[in-house]
Structure formats: structure tokens, C-alpha cells
């Protein structure tokens, strides 16, 4: 009886994707810049406390520090990438590739998720969900 219409929303969508990923790329860039200083903050107070302590207790603690930073700086290069990648995704959308640019954006976006990067992983998701569900007159080419 009554027969749902989708609308395109690939345009919404498409500019959702691109924001998120320019976001997560800056972010990243400026957790890096970040981590770089508190890394050489850290490490230098911890080898300080590492030569005062007899037992040995500031070389651990100099491990986890270095693991940490270790920890935040692997997450903000796989952003940087995946940031690069969303962008990749919004010039599929707007080529006329919308459900696969969708696809890409909604993996990109859960990738931006698990790395913390929580504004721009759902933005780049609400993005990809719009692209993917969307009916545009290119997708059915």
C-alpha cells in the first residue's frame, strides 16, 4: 500500500565524511605534536628517578611511560592513515561511487572509533550510514 521512498542523502553524508576525516587527520597531527613533548617531558623525569632508585622501581616505571607513549603514537599514525582514507571515501561519494564510499566511510569510521578519536569516527559513521542507505541516481548506474 504505501511504498517507502528513500531520498538521497549522499550529499549530507558525503560532507560528513570529509569533515570527519579532515578532523581526525588534525587531531591526530596535534596528538602527535602532543606525545612528542610529553615524551621527552616524561622520559626525562623518569631516568632522573630511574638513577636515584635502588631497587630499580624507575626502570619499570620508565617502561610504561615508554609504553604508553609507544601506545598514543601508533593510534594517532593508524589515524592519520585512516584520516586519509575517509578523505579517499568522500571523493568515491562524490564521483558517483556512493555505497561503496559509504562502505569505506562506515569501516574508516569504526577504525577512528577503537583509536579514540570519538567526534570524528561519528561523524565520518553518520556519514557513511547516509551515503550507504542513500538512493542516488549515480549508485544505480
Known sequence: MFKSERKDCSILGSLL???????????????????????????RG??????????????????????????????????????IVAVYSYTKVKGGSVKNGGLIAIIV??????TTHWIAGILTLIGGILCYTSESATSNL
Open 17 to 43: 565524511i570529509l569533515i570527519g576525516g579532515i578532523l581526525a587527520i588534525i587531531s591526530s597531527l596535534s596528538r602527535l605534536i602532543f606525545t612528542f613533548f610529553l615524551r621527552r617531558v616524561m622520559l
Open 46 to 83: 623518569v631516568e632522573t628517578s630511574a638513577a636515584m632508585d635502588r631497587w630499580g622501581r624507575g626502570l619499570m616505571a620508565s617502561h610504561m611511560a615508554r609504553g604508553i607513549l609507544g601506545f598514543a603514537f601508533i593510534g594517532a599514525i593508524i589515524t592519520i592513515i585512516v584520516g
Open 109 to 114: 569510521a569504526i577504525m577512528m572509533l577503537v
